[in-house]
């Protein structure tokens, strides 16, 4: 099933996402099988202010483990994060469902 995964840095948050990123796109290539779609929300300068990942896993409880052992999470780089159930309607701008 489809989640996403909806994360807000914190204020001033901007040096742990620098410090974790890599230990980060490491756990991310070993998520590889789960992932459909993530990259980094960008304030309105273009700068990073978050994380937005789809991912396919088997139920929410994946979805939820997914994102705690994220290293930006463990390391508190989060001020939010929000998980739903995601369905698909269109796709490569064709409508699928």
């Known amino acids: 099933m489809l989640f996403s995964i ?3 840095d914190r204020a001033g948050g901007s040096a742990v996402r ?3 990123r890599a230990t980060h796109l ?11 779609h993530v990259g980094p929300l960008l304030d309105p300068h273009g ?4 994380s937005l990942l789809v991912v396919d896993v088997s139920d929410r ?4 483990r997914l994102a705690a052992g994220d290293p930006y999470a463990i ?10 159930g995601h369905r698909v ?9």
């Open 18 to 20: 620098s410090a974790t």
């Open 61 to 64: 409880a994946a979805a939820e």
């Open 89 to 97: 309607v269109f796709r490569d701008g064709a409508r699928v469902a």
């Open 26 to 36: 490491a756990y991310l290539d070993a998520q590889a099988a789960s992932l459909v």
């Open 6 to 8: 909806h994360c807000i």
């Open 75 to 84: 390391a508190g780089l989060f001020e939010t994060v929000l998980i739903h």
């Open 47 to 50: 700068a990073p202010c978050g």
